[in-house]
C-alpha cells in the first residue's frame, strides 16, 4: 500500500500515489533545493508492504540506488546509514516483545532527501502507524521539515526498546533476588540462556543503530538542519543508555549463573557431608552386631549374662559418641531446601512474583519528576 | 589452464592466451588509461591451478611484482589488499562445507588494472566458473569495467559463506534448544568444540577480509570507480554482518557449554541425593536386624512371642518415618533422565532434527520481500 | 522552590526569584558577555524539586532548550555534557549509601552560563545544600565565577563516591581476609554478588561522568576559564582514580569467588575421600564377620577354641593394617572447618569485624601529610 | 669476534675490522649520503659474542647512542624500532625450540644507515650465519642496499616462527582430536599449561615485532628505500599472521581446557551413578537376609519348608527388578573409559602419534602450488 | 628537611635553603629561560617529609599551583603528568617488597622547571637518597641540566619495580613448576590470590607512570631537551617492559589456577571410582554371607558337608571377578597423592624450594652480556 501526505504552512493535504511524480518535480522546482529546509511544503510517503508494481514508485519516480531498494526488499541485518548524493538511506530496527521470553524485530527502511522523507516496510511498524495519525490531524512534525519528522519516528522507535529490555531486566531480577534471598529460582540456567540469547540479538540491533544515531548528531550530514540535529542528539543519548543497560544486563546474567553454580556446590557438599555422617556412623555399630552374631562355639561374651546389655550400651555410646563428634566439627548444618522442589509450587501462588517494575523502568524519558532513585 | 575474455561495447570475445602481450599493448595505447574507465573494452584473464610456465605471464607479460606472484603460489593465511603502483593484489578466501562439521577454504587472488582484472587460483574456484560462464554469454559484468567485474566475484564469493554459517549456526541452535528443552544433546561438548574451531577458522578469514572490503569502500582506492565503491559497500555490509554473526556465534557456544556444565551439576546433586537417601533409610534398618542376630543366651526380647513382629514393625515404621522425613525435606524430586541414554536411538528418527533454517537463513540478500522475523 | 544569590567584588546578595528576568537583561547588558568571566557580579539559581510553575523559569526566563529541560525533568540514565551556543547543559550523579549493600543514585543538572550558574535538582543534593549555606556568608567561590562555583559543586560531589566505594571494597576485603586465612565468610557468594551489582551500577554513573570532566578539563570548552579548567583537571583526576578502583574491585570479585570455588572442591575432596577410607575400612571386616555367621553345619573354625580370639584378631589387624595405609598414602589430612557452621556464631563477637579503613580510605585529598602506605 | 663485508657492483670484498674507520669515512665521502641508496658499495659488519674491547667498534668508530650500545649489551625484552638521527636501531628476536615444550629466544640488534648494516648479537644467531655465506659468494642481497640486506635477514628470521609455532599447535591439535574422538589424552591439562606458557612468551616477541614492521611497512622511515618498503610489508603479513596463530592457539588451549573438564564431569556423573545403582541394589537385599538372620524364637516363615525359597526368588526378583528400573530410567549407560589408565601404554606404540603436520603447515611461504586445504 | 644543591660548570656547592628565593631570582636573571637549558648552573631542592612551614617554599618562594601541592601532600593514587606554564609537575611512584606477599608503594613528586628540579617525598625515596650522594660527590647528572638529573632519577625508580616483579613471578613459577611436575603446592589458591592483589596494585601504578614516560618520550613536552627525551625512551621501554611482564603474571595466575581445579577434579573423580570399586566388591559378598546366615530351618546347602568352603570359593571367586571386571576396565589407576598432605613436610628441607632466579631476573638492564635465555 502507498499512501501520501503533504504539509506546509497552508495544512496538511494527502496525495494521490499516481500524481507523486508530478509533486516531486513542482518541489524541485519550487524554490531551491536546500539542505533541509525550512520553508515547506514537505512530503512524506509510506511504502507498507508494498506488492511488486508498488516497488516501482522507488526506482522509476525517486531514482533510489538498486542497491538500497535491494536492502529494503530483504531483512538488513545491520541498521545502517548511507549517504547517497541525493538522499540519505537509513535502515533501522524496531523490537516487540513476542511471547515471554522472545523478541520480534521489524525493519524501517528510511530515504530522507531535502524536501521528503519516505518510509517502507514489509511488516507493520506501529510507530509509523501512530504518526500517520498525527500528521492527518496536523498535529505532527512534517510541517516543520522532514527531518523533523524523521526525529519523530526515530525517537518514537527507540523508545519502543525500552519495556522491551526493562522486560527481559526485571525477569533478570526476579532470578537474582531469588538467589540472594536463599531460595534459587529453579529454572534460572535455562531461563537466563534464553535471556542471554535475547540480549545478544538486541545488541545486534542496537550497536549498530546507536552508530547511526551518533553519525547523525555528531557529524555533519546533508538534509539534516542544526536544529533537527540536536534532537537526533537525545535520540543517540536514549541508545547510548539502551546499550549501556544491554552491557549491564549480560554482566548480571553472568553473575547469577557463576552464583547459581556456587550455591549448587554449597549444597553438593552438605549432602555428601551428610551421607559421610551416616556411613562413619553405621559402618562401625554394623561391625559390632556382626561380631557377637559369629557362630563361634566359645565366645565368652555372649554366655555372661550382661553381655546383651552391655554391647547395646557399647552401641549406643558409640553411636552418640560419633553423632557428637560430628556435631563439635560442625559437620551436622542443615542441607539447604532444593530448589528444583519447589517446582509444583509455582503457579497463581508463585513464590517468584515478578518484580516491580524497579531501577530500570524509572528511565522513561519525558515523565513528570520521578519518585526515588534508590539502586538496589 | 589460462583463458582471457574480452568485453566492450561491441560484445565479448575470446582472446588467445599467446595474443595476450599484444593486447596488453592495445589497451594500453588505445586511449589514456583512465583509473577505472568507463570506455572498455575490459580484459578478464584466468589462471587456473597454473603450471609452471604459465607463471611466467603474470611476472614476464604482466610484469607485477615478484611478491604478489610468490603470495598466489602458496596459500596466503589472512586476506589483503596491496596497493601498487599500476594495480591492486586482492588476496580473498571462499569457503565450501566439507563434511558436516569441516570447511574448505580456498585462495582467490585478483589483479585489479585500469582495463582488466586477472584472477589466480590454485584450487577451483566455483564463483570463477559461473561467472565466466555469465560473462561469455554477455550477461556479465565484464563490459562495466574490471572494477564492476571484481564486485560482481567478490558479492557472490562472500554470499557463498552465509550457508556455512548458517550450518554451523543451525547445529548450534539445535544443541541450544535441546539445553532449553531439558534433553540435552549427548554429544554436546564435543560438537560445539569442533564447531567453535570451525569458528575460529572462519574468522581468522573473514576479519581481514572485511577490512579489505571496508577500504576499497570507504577510502579512494586507485582503479576502483565511483559507481563500483557504492556497490562494494554492499559487499562490505555483508561481510560485517558476517563478522557479527560469528560473533553471535561464539558466544553461544560459550552459554550452552556453561549451561550444559550447570545443568550437569544439577543432575550430579540429584543422584548423590538419592543415593544419601538410599543409605540413611537402610543402614540403620541393617543395624536392627544385626542387633537381633546376635548370638547372646541372655535376649529377653527373642524369647516374647511377639518381638519378631514388633521388631518387623520398628523397621517398616522407621523406614517410612525416614522416607517421609525426606519426602517432606523436598529430597525426593526426580534424577533428569540422563543425556546419554539416548544416544543409540539417534538416527532416522532422532529426537533432535535438524532446526528448520530459522533466523539466520532470513537474512539472505536479495530475495523478495521476507516473512515474519521473530528471534528465538 | 527557587532561590537565587548574587557575589561580586561587593559582596553577596539574595535575589528573588519574581526579579530574575530583570537580573538577567542587567547581567548580560552590564558589560561585554566574555566567556567565563572575570569581573562579576556572578549569579546563581537552584530550583530544588521545582514544582509545575517553577519549571517555567527555564523554559520562559533562561530559555533553555526543551530537551535540556526534559532532561532536568525525569532520572537521566548517564551523566553528560551538551554544549548549546550561550551555556553548557550538565549532567552529574551524586551517590549516597542507603542500607549496608545498597547506593542511592541523584541526579544534579546544570545550566552553566557566562555569567550565572543554574543548578536543577528533583531530590535533595547534599553538596548543594552545603555550598549554599558558605556562598551566602561569603566564603564560596561564586565571587570568582560561575565556573569556579562550578568547580567547587562538582569536586564535592565526586568526593561523596570516595566513602561509597571504600565501604563497597572493605566489605570486599573482609571476605577476601578471610579466604586467605582459611575461614572463608560464610555468605561470600551472596555478597560479593551484591557488591559486584552496586559496582557495575557505579559504573553506570561513573564512567560517563569521568568523559564529561576530561572534556571539561583537556579540551576548550566555551564558558570555562583557563583557570576553572586547571581545577577541573584535579576533579578528573578524581575520577580517573574511583573508575581504576572501580575495575579493582570488580576484579577483586571475580578472584574472591575464584577461590571460594576452589576451597570449596578442596573440602568436598577431602570429605569424599574421608567417606571411601570409611567404607574401605569397615567393608572387609563387616564381610569377614558375615562369614562367620553363616550357619553351615560343617564350619571348623567355629568348633576351634580361639577360633574367635583369632577372628577377632584378623578384624584388628586389617582395620589397622587399611588405616596406617590410608594414614601413609597421606589420606587422613583433616577436613577443613566447614564454612557454614559459623552463622550462627555471628553478632558481637563476630570473627570477621570490618577491616580498618585500608589503604582505599588513605587516598583522600587534601589532608595533612599521611602515614606509611603498605599495600596488603 | 667481529667481520666485515663490503658489496657493490665491482663485487664483494672482506673488510679489516681495524680499517673500518678509514671505510667509513670513505663512504660517507664517496658521494652524498642519499637516503636508503642506490650506488652503493654497502657495508655490512657483524659482531658476534663480541669482547670488551670489540664493544669500542660501536661507541669509538660508528659512534652509536650508549642507550643503543646498551641496549645490545643486556638482553631487551621487547622488539623495538628507535630512529636516531643518523641511523636505525632495530632490535628483533628469534626463537629456536629447545627440547619438547621450550622455546629459546635470541636478540638479534641491527644498526641501519644510509650505506651500512652493522648486526650484533651476544649469542649465535642462524639466519646471520646463512646471509653470511650467501654475500661471500656474491649472491646475497647486500648490494642492492643495507636495506635489502636487513629484509633478507629479517625475512629469514619472522620464518623461523613459524615451525616452532606449527609445533605447538601440533601437540595442541593431537590433544583436541583426541578430545573429540573420546580419548582424551591423559596429560592434557598439564600439557596445554605448558604450551600457554610458551604462547605468552612467544607473544611477548612477537607483538611488538609484528609492530616494528607495520611501522617499517607502512610509515616513510628514513633509511629504507621504497623497495625495501614493498618487502618489508611481506614480512609485516608473515608477523601478522603469527600473531594471528599465537590468538587462535590461544583460544584453542582455552576451550580444550574446558572440554576436558566437561568430560571429566560427565565421567563423574557416571561414576556416581554406578554407585548409587549398586547401593540401591543391594541395601534391601542385605536387609532381608538381616532380618531372616534373627534369633527370635516365633518366628513362623523359618519353619516353613518353603520359607528358604520363597525368600531367594524375593531376593532375586527384588534385585532384577531394581536393576530393570535402572535400565528402563536409562542409568545403565557405560561410564566412558577412563583417561589415565593407558599411561602405561604410551611409548612406542602409542595411541597419540603426533599429528601428520596439519593445516597449519600449509601455510609456508613461497613453496610450489599447495595441495588442498581443508581445515579440520 | 630541605635540602639544596647547585651544580654547573664550576662545580657543585650546597645552597641555603633560606637563601632559596634570592638564588632562584639570580637563575631566573641570569641569562634568557631558554627551556632545558644546557648552559648551567641547575639547582635541586629536595623536601624530605616537609614539616608545616617548610611547605611554604613550594606555594611561597616556588609559588606553585596550589593543586599541585594539595597533591604533595596526600598520597596520589595514580602517577601523572601536569603541564603548568612554568614548571611540569610529575608524581611517581616507587616500590619496595614489604614482607614476603606484600608490596609498599610510595610516591615522589616532582617539579621540574627550565634551571630547577624540586623532589618532595613524605616519606623516605631510596632513590633520591643514593643519587644525592652522587651529586654531592659531583659525580651526578645535575650539571648537565635538571632534566637529566630528573632522568636520572626516573630511571633508578623504575628499576626498582623489577626485583619485586621478579620476586612475585618466582613465587608464582615455583607453583607452576610443581603442577607440572604433578606435585601442586599445596597452598596454591591463596598464594595466587594474594598475588594476584598485588599485581592488581602494580598495575594501578605501573600503567599510568608508563604513560607518563610515554608523553616525556614521544611528545614535545616543555622543560625536556632533546637529549633528556632520548634518555626517557630508555625508561618508557623499560615501563613498558613491566607492564608486559604484569599482563603475562596476570595470565600465568589464571591458568595455574585452572590447572589446579583440574588436577583436583581429576583427584576427585579417581578417590569416587576406589569408593565405587569398594562398594561393588563387597556388597554382593556381603549379601551371600547374609543369605547362608538365615535362620530357615530347611537350607540344604547348609547341611552339606562341602557348602561351607563351596560359599568361600564363590565369595573368593566373585571378589576377584570383580576385582578383575575393574582392573580390565581400567578402573584401578592410582589415586594422585593428595596435596595438602604434604603441609607438615614444609620447612627447611621443603619440596618447594624458591625456583632459581630464573628468565625474569634475566632482564636486567645494562649488566655485561648475559648467558642463554632459554624460556620454560
Ligand atoms: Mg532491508
Ligand atoms: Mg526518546
Ligand atoms: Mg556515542
Ligand atoms: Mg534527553
Ligand atoms: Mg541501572
Ligand atoms: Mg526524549
Ligand atoms: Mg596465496
Ligand atoms: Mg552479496
Ligand atoms: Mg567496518
Ligand atoms: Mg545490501
Ligand atoms: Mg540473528
Ligand atoms: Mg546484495
Ligand atoms: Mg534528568
Ligand atoms: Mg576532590
Ligand atoms: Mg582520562
Ligand atoms: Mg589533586
Ligand atoms: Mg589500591
Ligand atoms: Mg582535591
Ligand atoms: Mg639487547
Ligand atoms: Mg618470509
Ligand atoms: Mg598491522
Ligand atoms: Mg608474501
Ligand atoms: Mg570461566
Ligand atoms: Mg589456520
Ligand atoms: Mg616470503
Ligand atoms: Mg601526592
Ligand atoms: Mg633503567
Ligand atoms: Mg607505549
Ligand atoms: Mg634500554
Ligand atoms: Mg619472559
Ligand atoms: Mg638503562
Known sequence: ???????????????????????????????????????????????????????????????????????????????????????????????????????????????????????????????????????????????????????????????????????????????????????????????????????????????PQREVFARLAQRSTPFVSERAREYLRDVHDHSDRLVGLLALNRELVTYAVDLYLALGNNRMNAIVQRLTIVTTIFMPLTLITGIYGMNFRFMPELEHPYGYPAVLALIAALGIGLYLYFWRRGWLEPVPIPPRRRRPDRGPESRHPPLPPGEASRGRAGGPPSGPRTDG
Open 1 to 207: 500500500m502507498i499512501r501520501a501526505l503533504m504539509a506546509g504552512p497552508e495544512g496538511v493535504r494527502e496525495v494521490e500515489p499516481a500524481s507523486l511524480g508530478e509533486v516531486l518535480r513542482q518541489l524541485a522546482g519550487d524554490q531551491p533545493l536546500g539542505r533541509g529546509g525550512t520553508g515547506g511544503p514537505f512530503l512524506w510517503v509510506d511504502l507498507d508492504a508494498p506488492t511488486g508494481e508498488e516497488w516501482e514508485l522507488l526506482t522509476g519516480v525517486f531514482r533510489f540506488h538498486p542497491l538500497a531498494v535491494e536492502d529494503c526488499q530483504s531483512f538488513t541485518e545491520l541498521p545502517k546509514l548511507d549517504v547517497y548524493p541525493d538522499y540519505l538511506f537509513i535502515v533501522l530496527h524496531q523490537v516487540e516483545p513476542a511471547g515471554t521470553r522472545r523478541v520480534r524485530r521489524d525493519e524501517l527502511d528510511v530515504f530522507l532527501g531535502p524536501r521528503y522523507l519516505v518510509t517502507v516496510h514489509v511488516d507493520p511498524v506501529e510507530v509509523v502507524g501512530k504518526q500517520w495519525e498525527r500528521e492527518r490531524q496536523g498535529k505532527g512534525a512534517l510541517a516543520q521539515g522532514a527531518d523533523m519528522l524523521f526525529h519523530a519516528l526515530a525517537d518514537a522507535l527507540v523508545d519502543q526498546y525500552i519495556p522491551v529490555l526493562e522486560g527481559l531486566q526485571d525477569r533478570l531480577e526476579e532470578m537474582i533476588t531469588g538467589l540472594l534471598d536463599e531460595s534459587p529460582h529453579p529454572r534460572l540456567p535455562r531461563v537466563t540462556l534464553a535471556i542471554r540469547r535475547q540480549l545478544l540479538r538486541l545488541r545486534h540491533s542496537l550497536e
